[in-house]
């Protein structure tokens, strides 16, 4: 894995913090997936909610590919880098709005989620955007899902929190 390193480096300095943050999205999954078999999903915080649903979605829309569709056949390194970003995005702002709420005001991850789920739902779907519609239309296709994600967390903290 290090061996290419230099190359993401040169290509996209943000590739390596990326899937950094990813790789360990997907391991506290795995140690939290046995906590839930012992004694059920209620049990957990709610900030460990959020690592298992986002968990869910890059294990079963980001990293399982069908070789025979016209979104997946080919993945361009820009592509997986912008879509890396909405993932770590989403995530890094539920995390932070649950950190963020007042002592005296309970927040949960099903009400982030309800706030956000047009983006939560276009985590899901982004992958199915064709390569072959060009790098221009991608990036900004991505760029503005970025923003949309970024926009409604601060309206969440501007409804919840004032």
């Known amino acids: 894995m290090q061996a290419l390193e230099p190359y993401y480096e040169e290509s996209d300095p943000d590739f390596l913090p990326l899937r950094k943050r990813i790789k360990e999205v997907l ?22 909610k959020i690592t298992l649903d986002i968990a869910s979605i890059l294990k079963n829309d980001f990293l399982q ?13 820009y592509k997986t880098i912008w879509m890396m970003r909405n993932f770590v995005e989403y995530y890094n702002s539920a995390q932070q709005t649950l950190e963020s709420a007042p002592q005296d005001q309970k927040v949960t991850w099903n009400q982030v989620k309800e706030h956000t789920t047009e983006e939560y739902d276009q985590l899901k779907k982004m ?15 991505y760029k503005k899902m970025n923003e949309n994600i ?9 409804q919840y929190f004032g």
């Open 65 to 77: 590919q069908n070789g025979y569709s016209d979104w997946d056949k080919f993945c361009p390194f």
């Open 150 to 158: 970024k926009n409604k967390f601060r309206t969440f903290h501007e």
């Open 127 to 141: 992958k199915f955007q064709l390569p072959s519609d060009g790098e221009e239309a991608l990036v900004e296709f």
């Open 27 to 48: 391991q506290m999954e795995d140690d939290l997936t046995e906590i839930v078999q012992l004694v059920g999903r209620d049990s957990l915080n709610e900030s460990d």
